[in-house]
């Protein structure tokens, strides 16, 4: 059964930074690609950066710059980094592996 663990989460000022991590369990990370995802009160759950197996990453715009997506396939672990940032970072920040959610971590940025 595939777990994902997040962690992380925190509250941080605006233009601070947080790193999340997000350990995997039950699959062989190294051939999924994984995302993670935020969901901020009263909206949708958002795609906020992917990488691949290969470690390809991409991100949604509101990120780009800001954050890195990176993964340690030694560690099953994918991470995080975010850097300058924004209240309209708020959420809650999920990882996925595309068969399986954990249970998110808040990230709360607020002076």
């Known amino acids: 059964q595939v777990q994902l663990v997040e962690s992380g989460g925190g509250l941080v000022q605006p233009g601070g930074s947080l790193r999340l991590s997000c350990a995997a369990s039950?699959?062989?990370?190294?051939?999924?690609?994984m995302a993670w995802y935020r969901q901020a009160p009263g909206s949708q759950r958002e795609l906020v950066a992917h990488?691949?197996?290969?470690?390809?990453?991409s991100y949604t715009d509101s990120v780009k710059g800001r954050f890195t997506i990176s993964r340690d396939n030694a560690k099953n672990t994918v991470y995080l980094q975010m850097n300058s940032l924004k209240t309209e970072d708020t959420a809650v920040y999920y990882c996925?592996?595309?068969?399986?959610w954990g249970k998110g971590t808040l990230v709360t940025v607020s002076s």
């Open positions: 990488i691949t197996s290969g470690g390809t990453t």
């Open positions: 039950g699959l062989i990370f190294r051939i999924y690609a």
């Open positions: 996925t592996s595309g068969t399986g």
